[in-house]
């Protein structure tokens, strides 16, 4: 009997917690979904890269994502947001992409490689050839940050990459690079964003997990 009262109060104990640490207790922003995302987003020419998702609490989570807002003339800024279960799901393939854009007053949603709306707009730069000769996509000097601000690198887009991300786009279908740079899987996000990607951040401990531990141990 009192052993299963230690049981009752383990699990009284994390469901405590995990509403104590709750984003929602925080004062944070509410986005259920890609639409909500107008809403919160401030400025305009900017592009919104969503760089982690995670979830906190045992039995009743919560769901928040961090997103790097790259303002096209005002610099970088950083957003957490609260968010429902299914939103967080469906950006789980998401990590380094454009998952919002507004730029001279059109909005997109869609998720796409970081800064493709950047990219063939003559306000921002153009395309030339680099040193191996190859076209590449160039910022102007006043936006040299950008690259390191979306997550690019040494990475630079070619004009092959910029059409069939038109091409993606009106067809509404994400675009995650003509090799797969881009997202939770692409070399180039992971190269970019190492936090998420360090492996103490891939490890989960359930609380199924430590019951059942606890319960093997002590019955």
Do not use: C
Request: aromatic share 16%; proline share 5%.
């Amino acid at each position: 009997m009192q052993k299963f009262f230690l049981y009752f109060t383990l699990v009284i104990a994390y469901l405590g917690l995990s509403k104590a640490l709750s984003p929602s207790e925080l004062g944070m922003d509410y986005v259920p979904n890609e639409k909500g995302l107008s809403r919160v987003i401030p400025g305009q020419n900017v592009t919104v890269v969503l760089t982690d998702t995670h979830a906190t609490g045992f039995l009743i989570k919560t769901y928040y994502q961090k997103f790097r807002l790259v303002h096209g003339f005002q610099g970088v800024e950083e957003m957490i947001v609260r968010t429902s279960r299914d939103f967080a799901l469906k950006n789980r393939k998401n990590i380094g992409m454009s998952v919002f854009r507004r730029i001279e007053g059109q909005e997109e949603t869609l998720p796409m490689p970081p800064g493709v709306a950047y990219v063939g707009n003559r306000g921002f730069g153009e395309w030339r050839p680099d040193r191996k000769g190859l076209v590449r996509w160039r910022f102007y000097r006043a936006y040299k940050n950008l690259p390191r601000y979306l997550g690019w690198g040494t990475w630079r887009p070619a004009p092959a990459f910029y059409e069939e991300y038109v091409s993606h786009n009106e067809r509404k279908k994400i675009f995650y690079g003509l090799e797969n740079e881009f997202g939770t899987e692409g070399r180039v996000t992971r190269k970019n964003f190492p936090n998420f990607f360090k492996p103490e951040r891939q490890q989960k401990v359930e609380l199924k997990t430590l019951m059942l531990k606890y319960l093997k141990e002590n019955f």
